[in-house]
């Protein structure tokens, strides 16, 4: 099943996702982006802030979009650092759906809990969906 | 970890410069699972407004995040926050160039926004703000 923009709705919660957090993802996730910054009391077993875009994707992936879809805006509000050995919860849902000069918006809440259940980190993210007779947006 | 200043209205986030390559981009389409097209197929993003592939911004915002997070850590892990709007693709042989400044503070020291932005060759890809929970920072 692939979503298109037409089939979204506001408040249309994605299935939750899971994500385990291990010491190759975060090394993996290091080396993608250049991240070389060394975190006090690190053993390299923390993750850097920014692997909350892959695994809130745990959720907002769980239904597969159209290609060509363009992320305009993001942000995220960190409540606690994750480390390896998390294992992460994501729920998501559709905040807000807009056209502005003729091109779909969509954007998408996420919020992450550990296995304690304790909050990290908060997610929003506004996205062009191209338009849902699959052509592509340009 | 770098010396810490004290914050105050005008002072300077560390720059931090990264270069992005179309092997860059595959690995992290490849870590974070999002093989959009656009950003990894030549031929689908020659037929977008884009004309070429173009950077995740979510890799451009890591880096951004790299620029705080090797300055002020404990403040922007436990409270913090980062906003970003991309404003202009990012593409294969760009080098980008992550700044930024305090532009508020709290009264009593205890949070603090920067403006932060990416920049490539002058012209902004990507703009917003990072709060810092000050009171949380233990180095």
């Given at each position: 099943m692939s979503l298109t923009y037409d089939q979204l709705t506001i408040g249309m919660r994605f299935p939750s996702g899971r994500f385990d957090v291990t010491d190759e993802v975060i090394a993996r996730y290091r080396a993608a982006t250049l991240d070389d910054v060394e975190l006090p009391g690190?053993?390299?077993n923390t993750a850097p802030l920014m692997l909350a875009a892959v695994f809130t994707r745990a959720a907002t992936n769980s239904i597969p979009g159209p290609r060509g879809r363009v992320l305009v805006k993001q942000s995220f509000h960190y409540h606690r650092p994750v480390v390896s050995g998390d294992q992460l919860t994501v729920d998501a849902y559709v905040e807000d759906l807009y056209q502005k000069r003729g091109r779909n918006y969509a954007v998408v809440r996420t919020s992450t809990r550990n296995q304690h259940g304790e909050l990290i980190v908060e997610g929003l993210s506004t996205t062009i969906w191209p338009p849902s007779d699959g052509q592509t947006e340009n | 970890m770098d010396q810490k200043p004290i914050l105050r209205p005008g002072t300077a986030l560390p720059p931090l410069t990264r270069r992005v390559t179309q092997d860059l981009i595959d690995a992290y389409a490849d870590v974070s699972g999002d093989h959009n097209p656009i950003h990894v197929d030549p031929t689908f993003a020659a037929?977008?407004?884009?004309?070429r592939t173009i950077a995740h911004g979510m890799l451009t915002m890591a880096f951004v995040a790299q620029a705080v997070s090797r300055w002020y850590w404990d403040a922007f892990s436990r409270g913090g926050s980062l906003e970003l709007s991309f404003l202009a693709p990012v593409t294969p042989g760009d080098e980008v160039v992550m700044d930024g400044e305090i532009v508020d503070m709290a009264e009593d020291g205890s949070s603090a926004v920067l403006e932060v932005r990416a920049t490539v060759a002058g012209r902004t890809v990507a703009a917003g703000k990072a709060t810092l929970n000050v009171k949380e920072e233990t180095g």
């Open positions: 690190d053993g390299g | 037929g977008t407004r884009f004309g």
